[in-house]
Each structure stands twice: as structure tokens, then as C-alpha cells.
């Protein structure tokens, strides 16, 4: 019911004017169209991601189709410590004072072997980034949510989250603790009332991502990132301002 609501949800083109919004993996893939597509709805976003390049590629298209100045922050999220973090929490408190939307997106899809033989360091790998990379950046940044009247965390889910799958290994795991993540995070902050926490399931999308996990499959049967970003928008905006808890797909 929720997810129909988002997916028929068309954004106003000032929907997001005036929300800061952090979006972690913003340089490729799905993360590049929501942060092209928060941008175009008035946001000003915040590009996180291990690629200057892309990044840079991304500031551009976003301030030559007029969108509000973006802000660049280079971070390899698999292998940042405590300071990198606490810098950036610091860098969103003394620019704007806020953040009002935290979009959960980075992740890696690691291997696709049966438990009895994953590698357990990829395990680590795709465990610490999947999940242990947005608790971290959660509860750093919760200072600066706590300062905005209305802010959207969205963390990212999949289908092997809510159901698991063969081979899929600490993907599909780490996915599912993304979904308690979101209500265990929901439930505490219901009673403050100013911070929803809500998880999306973008579907399959044509991406790098999903090139790895199905070669065989080709990449035009699958939807680009930017025709899914309703639910992204409805989410990360005003327009579901009381929705918490819930897991919302895109398709
Ligand atoms: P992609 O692999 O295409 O893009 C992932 C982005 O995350 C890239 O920009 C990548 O950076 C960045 N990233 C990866 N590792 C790090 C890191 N250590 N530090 C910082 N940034 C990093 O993935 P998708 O766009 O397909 O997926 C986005 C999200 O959606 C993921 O959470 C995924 O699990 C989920 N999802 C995707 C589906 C799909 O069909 N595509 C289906 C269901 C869920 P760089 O560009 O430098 O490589």
C-alpha cells in the first residue's frame, strides 16, 4: 500500500528545496540518479563516495542543469576509521548546521558462493560495509539530524533481505540486517517524532552492481536507476513526513 503511494508519487520540481541530504555512494549507479534527481527537486546533496572523479563528473551535471551547489566528500567507506567519520559530521554541522536527509545507499555484492565455502574475509568485507558502515555513519550523524525539523534516514534493502537466497551469502545477510537496523533505529526515535527511519528495495536496476550479479542477463531488460526514483524522492522529502519504520520497494 505504502510502496504504491511512493512509486505513484511525482515530485514538485521545488518538493525538496532548502533539505540537505547526504547520499553515500553517489558516483555510480543508483546513487548517482538519486542524487541527480534530489538535486533537480531543489536539495542540496552531498556526494559521498570513493571516486573524485566521479564526483566531480556528478558537481558538474548538477550545477549546469542549475541545481543547488553540491558538496564533494571523498570517502572510501570500507576502510575509514573513526576520524573520517567524525570530520564529516563535523564539515555538515559547521556548513549547515543540519542534515536532513541520509540516503544509505553504498554497497558491495561480494560473492556468490554456498556458506559452505564464502570466503570469510569478503564475508567481513561485504558485512562491514552493507551494514556495519551506515550504523556507524548513523550514529555519528545523529547529532545533526537531531537538529533538523524533519529528517529522512533510507537505508537500502534488496528482495534477499527479506528472503533469503542461495548463494547469496553475507549479501543477503547483510541486507536483512539492514531491514532490523531500520525498525530497531525506527522504533527508538518514534517518540521524538522528528526523524523517520524507513528502508527501500530499489528492485533490480541497471547498474554495475546488477551486472556482476546476473552476467548473463542483459542490461537492457532492466530499468535505469533515474525512472525509479519516486519512491527515492517521496522518501528523502516532505511528502511522507510520519511514515516510519516501514520497507518500501520500487517496483
Ligand atoms: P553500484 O555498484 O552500481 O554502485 C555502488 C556505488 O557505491 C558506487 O558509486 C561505488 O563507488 C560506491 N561504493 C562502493 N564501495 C564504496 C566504498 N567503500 N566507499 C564509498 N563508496 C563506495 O551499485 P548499485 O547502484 O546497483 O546499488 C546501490 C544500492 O542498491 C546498494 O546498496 C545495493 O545493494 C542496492 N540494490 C541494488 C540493486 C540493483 O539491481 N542494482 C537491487 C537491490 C538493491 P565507485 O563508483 O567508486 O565504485
Same mark, same amino acid.
Given at each position: 500500500m505504502l510502496s504504491a503511494t511512493a512509486k505513484a508519487h511525482r515530485a514538485e520540481?521545488?518538493? #525538496?528545496?532548502?533539505r540537505v541530504i547526504l547520499i553515500t555512494g553517489a558516483g555510480d549507479g543508483i546513487g548517482r540518479a538519486a542524487a541527480l534527481a534530489c538535486a533537480s527537486h531543489g536539495a542540496t546533496v552531498v556526494l559521498l563516495g570513493r571516486t573524485q572523479s566521479k564526483l566531480e563528473v556528478l558537481y558538474d551535471e548538477i550545477t549546469a542543469a542549475g541545481g543547488p551547489e553540491p558538496a564533494i566528500c571523498v570517502l572510501d567507506l570500507a576502510r575509514s576509521d573513526g576520524p573520517g567519520y567524525f570530520k564529516l559530521a563535523e564539515q555538515i554541522a559547521d556548513t549547515w548546521g543540519r542534515l536532513d536527509g541520509l540516503l544509505h545507499n553504498a554497497g558491495m555484492l561480494g560473492q556468490r558462493a554456498p556458506i559452505e565455502h564464502y570466503d570469510i574475509g569478503i564475508w567481513h568485507q561485504v558485512m562491514h560495509l552493507n551494514l556495519n558502515v551506515p550504523f556507524i555513519l548513523t550514529q555519528v550523524l545523529m547529532p545533526v539530524l537531531r537538529k533538523s525539523l524533519d529528517a529522512s534516514v533510507l537505508f537500502t534493502s534488496s528482495g534477499v533481505g527479506r528472503q533469503g537466497r542461495a548463494y547469496w551469502g553475507a549479501y543477503a545477510a547483510s541486507k536483512f540486517g539492514v531491514e532490523g537496523l531500520t525498525q530497531t533505529l525506527a522504533d527508538e526515535l518514534q517518540t521524538e517524532g522528528t526523524i523517520r527511519v524507513n528502508c527501500l528495495n530499489p528492485g533490480s536496476a541497471r547498474t554495475h552492481m546488477r551486472a556482476a550479479a546476473y552476467p548473463g542477463e542483459d542490461p537492457a531488460s532492466r530499468p535505469e536507476?533515474?525512472? #525509479?526514483m519516486g519512491p527515492y524522492l517521496w522518501l528523502l522529502g516532505p511528502a511522507s513526513k510520519g511514515t516510519t519504520g516501514k520497507s518500501l520497494d520500487c517496483q
Open positions: 520540481p521545488d518538493e #525538496l528545496k532548502n536507476p533515474a525512472t #525509479l
